[in-house]
């Protein structure tokens, strides 16, 4: 079996390209993060550090999740949108455009962040 790896920013790193549940080759995972097998991350997002996409989630664009943050249930980030250290966005929220949610903060419900909010 051949090592693959990518750089996220910080260095090589072992990693993978995600399985979308309709078999279409998505994005970059690093082999420390998880990414369910129902979810779904487009081929120029990127899921990295410890982080965790799962249920029916859906990351998109250039989007990034990575630290310890996890993204669950219907819960989409697009764009240049970027999810990170401890930080969750579940249920039906939606992170798009520019926005970072990062630190301690939760996203949830039927919640929308965009543009450049932090």
């Known amino acids: 079996m051949t090592r693959t790896t990518y ?3 910080n260095g090589e790193v072992p990693a993978h390209r ?3 549940p309709d078999g279409s080759l998505g994005g970059w995972v690093a082999d420390t993060a998880t990414v369910s097998p129902t979810a779904w991350v487009s081929n120029t997002a990127r899921v990295f550090g410890n982080a965790r996409v ?3 989630a859906k990351v998109f ?3 990034e999740v990575f630290g310890n943050a996890e993204v669950f249930g219907d819960a989409t980030v697009s764009g ?3 999810v990170f250290g401890t930080a969750w966005v579940s249920g039906n929220a939606k992170v798009f455009g520019n926005a970072k949610v990062f630190g301690d903060a939760e996203v949830f419900g039927n919640a929308r962040v965009s543009d450049n909010a932090k």
């Open 18 to 20: 995600h399985v979308n």
């Open 7 to 9: 750089d996220f920013g």
């Open 80 to 82: 240049n949108a970027k």
């Open 54 to 56: 799962s249920d029916n």
């Open 61 to 63: 664009g250039d989007a």
